[in-house]
């Protein structure tokens, strides 16, 4: 019934020991944080830049696997490919993979 003096001073912990047991969990997302999120945030900040960058000519190959010529700059968020001749089809910004080939600025005049 009595607790004896050797049980009660090992029930109180010190904060050494918290931070030691904290420890592996904080070097573990240091780690996750260089070698995975930081990464993926540069590739999306990349390919905003690739789809904001898209004008008339460029060759692109879009998620689904087509390629094509963008005809025609919609809007912000769609464009207007031609996959083959006479035929048009319209994407959006978002769903563009690579651009194989940049074209030259084109006169509309």
Same mark, same amino acid.
């Given at each position: ?21 904290? =420890? ?5 997302? #240091? !780690?996750?944080?260089?070698? $995975? ?6 590739? +999306? ?8 960058s ?11 696997? =087509? ?5 025609? #700059? !919609?809007d912000?968020?769609? $464009? ?6 006479? +035929?048009k ?14 074209s030259?600025p084109?006169?509309?005049?």
């Amino acid at each position: 019934m009595f607790i004896t003096p050797a049980y009660a001073q090992a029930a109180g912990g010190s904060t050494n020991d918290m931070l030691m047991s904290l =420890l592996p969990f904080l070097l573990i997302f #240091v !780690i996750l944080y260089f070698l $995975v999120i930081r990464p993926q945030q540069k590739r +999306v900040k990349e390919h905003n830049e690739m789809v904001s960058s898209l004008r008339r000519g460029d060759v692109v190959v879009t998620s689904g696997g =087509l390629v094509g010529k963008i005809a025609k #700059v !919609i809007d912000d968020k769609e $464009v207007s490919v031609e996959i083959a001749p006479e +035929v048009k089809v319209k994407i959006v910004r978002q769903n563009i993979q690579e651009v194989r080939a940049k074209s030259e600025p084109v006169n509309d005049n």
